[in-house]
């Protein structure tokens, strides 16, 4: 049987760009790339842009296949240090800024535009101000707009130079890692095939992340708890937020609530975007795009309540899907309500949404009322920040404001791991938002890059 040098698990960023570094450092080693999703060619969702929208297919589209769910990500390279994933605890802030911007420039070679948002210092500084009048933190960062509809010709670029380099298998879905001595030996697929390997990078992306907390748990992998982030996804006319998505396209802002001094966040602000479903493990839930070659009037964001549970409830994943399934169970799908239905306590109504300011760009959201599915404290900490927010973007508190539910932000257990994604296997890396250590493009392809050098260094 062929021992593959390295067999990595997920064609999502971190995958890819562990492919990417391995076949600059050490071309001479065989690499085999393994996904259960399909080749970007085939991905289609068929729920896309029919009425209930997603179809719970047990393959997801959006999520699974070559680019993962960067392929139809809204595409924004977050070239800082301060938010994106946790890597900031295993590398050096000057270190992991480095790391950034030399994936920058892989990106860019294989066709990112070169435009960064978020450059002009005066204007920002002035931003920084307004928002801390207001109770506000607002992180500057550098941003490379992808695209949604950019990236997967970058990522197709990515597929043709790896394709004569190592093996890519698409629809070969992992069941079990093979493990003897606490060294790993393989994987076994859902066809009951195996393969076997000397180096194993595990990059799963939040689809795998159950799959892989229960292999990790199998294999008596420490895992550290991470928070879940449940909220809603908010919808205003863009001219509301213009000023501000212009000079720093996706803002980061954080509030702390009086009523709970929890963090609240802005989290994938989509300027002149559109608001799109997205199936996690079953249950839908609610996301944004914005597109580089058409806009819609409006602009979506999410806002994020994050919460770390303590002992002795150690299944916060389970929660938040608990959480978005009610609104599934209610709506059929995603729920939307006016800011203003929600004032009156009442929920939404085709008629009443007819009367609103802001037309909704996710036609499958069934009108509802989203006290029904998210708990006290979560609305109360949403109110709270965009009342705050109104300071910043005079009109978002108003009652044609849309509130789109329920937007959940799993972030899988995380697997302890050293500076070079090894885990406490032999063999085994552990990379990317699967394993929970990243949440954004631009961190889960440094750690992939990480997990490549560290392989690299052993041969
Ligand atoms: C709609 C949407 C918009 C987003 N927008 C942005 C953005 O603008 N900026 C940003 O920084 N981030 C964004 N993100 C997040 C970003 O896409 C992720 O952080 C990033 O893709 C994580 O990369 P990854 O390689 O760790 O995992 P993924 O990209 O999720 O890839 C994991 C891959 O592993 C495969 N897989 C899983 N389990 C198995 C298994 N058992 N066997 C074989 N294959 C398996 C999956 O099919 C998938 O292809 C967005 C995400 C979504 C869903």
């Known amino acids: 049987m062929t021992v593959w040098d390295v067999i990595i698990v997920g064609a999502g960023p971190a995958g890819i760009f562990a492919a990417l ?15 259960k999703g399909h080749d970007l060619e085939t991905r289609k969702c068929p729920g896309r842009g029919i009425m209930g929208g997603c179809l719970k297919c047990d393959l997801c589209s959006i999520t699974c296949g070559w680019g993962g769910a960067g392929a139809f990500s809204d595409g924004k390279l977050t070239l800082t240090n301060r938010f994106g994933g946790f890597l900031h605890e295993y590398l050096s802030q000057s270190g992991l800024l480095e790391l950034i911007h030399y994936i920058d420039g892989i990106w860019l070679e294989f066709g990112a535009t070169d435009r960064i948002f978020g450059t002009e210092k005066s204007a920002i500084s002035e931003l920084v101000r307004r928002a801390a009048t207001a109770g506000l933190e607002l992180i500057p960062a550098p941003i490379r707009h992808l695209g949604s509809d950019n990236s997967p010709k970058i990522l197709n670029n990515m597929y043709e130079y790896l394709k004569p380099r190592v093996a890519v ?20 697929l859902a066809d009951g095939s195996e393969e076997r390997c000397r180096y194993l990078i595990a990059a799963p992306g939040r689809e795998g992340s159950s799959w892989f907390s229960e292999e990790a748990m ?3 992998l420490t895992q550290e ?21 212009e000079k720093v396209w996706e803002p980061k ?17 989509c300027p002149r975007g559109e608001v799109v479903i997205e199936n996690t493990g079953g249950v839908v839930t609610v996301n944004g795009h914005s597109w580089s070659g058409y806009s819609t009037d409006n602009t979506n964001f999410a806002l994020l309540v994050s919460k770390t549970f303590t002992q002795p409830f150690r299944k916060p994943i389970t929660y938040g899907k608990y959480i978005a399934s009610l609104a599934n169970m209610l709506g059929g799908g995603v729920i939307v309500q006016r800011l203003g239905d929600l004032w009156e306590g009442r929920r939404s109504t085709e008629k009443r949404l007819a009367k609103s300011m ?8 069934t009108p509802g009322d989203l006290t029904l599915v998210l708990p006290y404290r979560y609305i109360q900490n949403i109110l709270e920040m965009l009342k705050a927010l109104n300071n910043l973007m ?30 406490e296997i032999e063999g085994l890396y552990a990379v ?26 052993r041969g």
């Open 358 to 365: 802001v037309e909704p760009t996710l036609k499958e959201a």
């Open 218 to 220: 199998r294999l008596q």
């Open 169 to 188: 298998r698409m629809l070969s879905e992992v069941k079990q890692i093979i493990v003897h001595d606490n060294k790993v030996q393989g994987v076994i």
């Open 394 to 423: 005079p009109g978002i508190w108003a009652k044609h404001t849309l509130l789109y539910g329920v937007e959940v932000k799993f972030y899988s257990a995380r697997v302890k791991v050293s500076e070079d994604m090894s885990t």
């Open 21 to 35: 570094e391995l076949c600059r450092k050490t071309p001479e080693l065989s690499v085999l790339i393994l996904d």
């Open 432 to 457: 990317g938002d699967g394993a929970g250590i990243t949440r954004s493009l631009a961190q889960a392809s440094v750690s992939g890059v990480l997990a490549a050098r560290g392989i690299s260094a």
């Open 225 to 245: 708890i991470n928070p879940v982030d449940i909220g809603v996804r908010v919808e205003i006319p863009a001219v509301i937020a213009d000023d501000i998505t």
């Open 253 to 269: 802002i954080h509030y702390y609530s009086r009523a709970f001094d929890d963090l609240i966040r802005t989290f994938c602000v």
